[in-house]
């Protein structure tokens, strides 16, 4: 198992990772609190697809004492948008929705010209703009979503960048992100551009703002200098709350990446793409249809299976249907392979218009210097 912010292979525990990371599992009590919150509870929290955080417990003692808090979150343009970005945003909406509260989106066209091989900076801050396009084609509030691309928003992003690195040692971000002599000093120094928006909403309002940060948990590290020094610099440290990973199509050893288009449904594939990309999706069912009638399918590795349990099936009833029919064997691969079709499509379908009239909305929602 390998999690690291830009590399994530192997199969994951997630208990390992928790304790490895240092988060805490959300309790039962923790959920209810947050559902109590928050007026009505969510799949993705019940089945555990959010299922580990830091100091959400406290983000709660202050909302439930009248502060408010922002969410923030972010993504990285190396590729275009797919379905396992937009699990965390579909969340991050539904937070937005039920506590009516502001959301901070970064746009890292730096990061992925810093990070990664082959990518030249024009086509990071191209993709970025596009990326958008996904975010705000999924109905975020225009007066309470900032969306920055950070080569667009340096200027207020640097001041607090500056704060964050002239308190983080080479040591510290050498255990926390694996530096060595070969890092390039673009991306030893650039952490402390994902800090900053911990701290944008505080430094813009010039008061002390809870911040909310909803993403995997292949984020987690970049958390870690920010709150060791929020204390230092008088913020509040930075909570979060982190799903887990929606798996490539090839299985549940990976996760959905734009790395590997192969493994990936993008938010611009075409229906006739994705009935086919969900047909070569790895399949928990029997190796033929006369051993799986017999022994019956395993939803937790089928990959179909998951996609609906992670995202696309909300009834509770219906998923524990589906669940049970192909465990016993009554219900094929091929049949639940068609179910998700449907779903992704006319999801898929709806969003690309929404998508094509984001165009027009683009000044409503983003911040720049
Ligand atoms: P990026 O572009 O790799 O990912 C964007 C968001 O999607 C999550 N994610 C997934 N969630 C479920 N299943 C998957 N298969 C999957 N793949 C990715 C990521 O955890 C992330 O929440 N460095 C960041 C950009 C960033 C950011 C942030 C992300 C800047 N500030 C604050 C989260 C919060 C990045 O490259 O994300």
Request: hydrophobic share 35%.
């Amino acid at each position: 198992m390998r999690v690291t912010p830009w590399e994530v292979s192997g199969h994951i525990d997630y208990d390992r990772l928790t304790k490895e990371f240092g988060t805490s599992r959300i309790t039962k009590p923790l959920l209810g609190r947050l559902e109590k919150a928050a007026g009505e509870s969510h799949f993705m929290l019940t089945r555990k697809v959010f299922f580990s955080h830091r100091d959400l417990d406290w983000l709660l003692d202050r909302y439930e004492r009248g502060e408010q808090f922002a969410l923030y979150t972010g993504r990285g343009p190396s590729g275009d948008t797919h379905l396992g970005h937009l699990l965390p945003w579909v969340f991050t909406k539904w937070l937005q929705d039920r506590f009516d509260a502001e959301l901070y989106f970064q746009i890292t066209d730096d990061e992925k010209f810093v990070v990664k091989e082959g990518l030249e900076l024009g086509e990071t801050t191209r993709l970025a703009y596009d990326n958008v396009l996904d975010i705000i084609a999924l109905g975020f509030d225009p007066n309470k979503t900032f969306i920055f691309v950070d080569t667009d928003y340096i200027r207020s992003l640097y001041k607090i960048a500056l704060e964050v690195a002239k308190r983080t040692t080479f040591s510290t971000a050498k255990a926390v992100f694996g530096f060595d002599n070969s890092t390039n000093i673009g991306t030893t120094f650039w952490p402390a551009i994902q800090a900053a928006p911990c701290f944008l909403p505080s430094y813009l309002k010039k008061m002390n703002v809870p911040v909310l940060i909803p993403a995997a948990i292949d984020q987690d590290p970049y958390w870690r200098i920010p709150r060791d020094i929020a204390p230092r610099l008088g913020y509040y440290k930075p909570a979060a709350i982190h799903n887990t990973f929606l798996p490539g199509l090839q299985g549940s050893d990976s996760k959905m990446s734009s790395s590997k288009p192969e493994s990936t449904i993008f938010t611009t594939d075409k229906p006739d793409d994705v009935k086919k990309k969900i047909q070569r999706a790895f399949s928990g069912g029997g190796a033929t249809m006369k051993e799986h009638r017999e022994k019956g399918g395993n939803p937790d590795t089928d990959v179909a299976c998951q996609y609906l349990y992670q995202m696309f099936e909300p009834d509770d009833k219906k998923i524990k249907d589906i669940f049970d029919d192909y465990r016993s064997g009554a219900v094929s691969t091929g049949e639940v392979k068609d179910i998700l079709a449907k779903k992704v499509i006319a999801f898929l379908t709806e969003h690309q218009k929404k998508r094509e009239e984001a165009k027009k909305k683009l000044d409503k929602f983003m911040l720049k210097d």
